[in-house]
Nanobody, 114 residues
Framework: QVQVVESGGGLVQPGGSLRLSCVASGTRFNLAAMAWYRQAPGKQRELVASITSGGRADYADSVKGRFTISRNNAVTTVYLQMNSLKPEDTAVYYC????????WGQGTQVTVSP
């Protein structure tokens, strides 16, 4: 059974930092591509960052230079380090695992507010 569990969200002031974690079990994690998406109220879900099984990372233009995606295959975890956070980064952040199929987590809320 595949499980994808995000954690690390919370309330942070503008300019602050958060690190999100996503633990995936029941998949061939070392072969899977991983991605972080986010969805703000009233908006479509959008891709924030992705990382291939080989470690190549890509980012949405809106987060380049501020967010860093990384993975640790030994603990089947992908991370999203978010720095210089802005109010427009407020959203529910979701982790996606792409193995043979796609699997989503339940999301973690990130709120950036004074």
């Amino acid at each position: 059974q595949v499980q994808v569990v995000e954690s690390g969200g919370g309330l942070v002031q503008p300019g602050g930092s958060l690190r999100l974690s996503c633990v995936a079990s029941g998949t061939r994690f070392n072969l899977a591509a991983m991605a972080w998406y986010r969805q703000a109220p009233g908006k479509q879900r959008e891709l924030v960052a992705s990382i291939t099984s080989g470690g190549r990372a890509d980012y949405a233009d809106s987060v380049k230079g501020r967010f860093t995606i990384s993975r640790n295959n030994a603990v089947t975890t992908v991370y999203l380090q978010m720095n210089s956070l802005k109010p427009e980064d407020t959203a529910v952040y979701y982790c996606k695992v792409v193995d043979v199929y796609q699997y989503w987590g339940q999301g973690t809320q990130v709120t950036v507010s004074p």
